[in-house]
């Protein structure tokens, strides 16, 4: 796999759409993002089993953000469901992701 190389100027157009999106619905996304703040704050709090755990379902949460993104792009509206929404489909694929991080987490910090 080759990495594709783009100038400089493609990341500042990724920023500007980036923004883009956060303006069509401001509010919703920062109460979308506190909701990912406090549940991964929340589960990082139970002793032994939190940190893995955020680990595995992260990738469900990132999904749903970006289903949000989708769906802005579309026109369509953003709601909180979006957030939710990788947990609707392929949610064991996910977990799984999440699951091969962990293991890669284990392995960086065991050195």
């Known amino acids: 796999m080759n990495p594709q190389q783009l100038p400089p100027a493609q ?6 759409q980036g923004y883009t999106l956060f303006m069509k619905a401001p509010l919703l996304w920062i109460v979308l993002l506190l909701i990912c703040i406090m549940a991964v704050a929340g589960l990082s709090a139970v002793p032994v089993i939190g940190e893995p755990l955020v680990s595995l379902l992260l990738p469900t949460l990132l999904v749903g953000l970006m289903c949000g993104c989708r769906a802005l ?39």
Do not use: D
Not at 11 to 16: A, D, M, Q
Not at 88 to 109: D, E, F, K, N, P
């Open 11 to 16: 990341g500042w157009k990724w920023i500007k």
């Open 73 to 111: 792009e579309q026109g369509e509206e953003l709601e909180l469901a979006h957030l939710f929404s990788g947990f609707q489909h392929q949610t064991s694929q996910l977990v799984s992701l999440g699951g091969i991080a962990l293991v890669g987490q284990y392995l960086i910090l065991a050195r």
